[in-house]
């Protein structure tokens, strides 16, 4: 069975959160694919907020048997 794991978040953040989860994980899964996307989230005039970035991983995997 093909399972997905999704990370959303910060790029500091998540990074730990991943390699964290990988090293849990060990050698019980087996990776297929890691896809990971960027966008930015911009501020408007009324929350004068700076733009953030905001990113998320999806790591396609099987657990080994």
Avoid: H
Avoid at 2 to 10: A, M, N
Avoid at 33 to 47: A, G, L, P, R, W
Wanted: hydrophobic share 40%; with cysteine; aromatic share 10%.
């Amino acid at each position: 069975m093909i399972l997905v794991k999704e990370f959303l978040g910060y790029e500091d953040l998540q990074e730990r959160a991943v390699n964290n989860w990988l090293k849990e994980k060990g050698d019980a899964i087996e990776i297929i694919d890691i896809k990971y996307s960027v966008s930015c989230i911009q501020s408007t005039m009324e929350s004068m907020s700076p733009s953030r970035e905001f990113s998320g991983i999806l790591i396609i995997y099987k657990r080994k048997v």
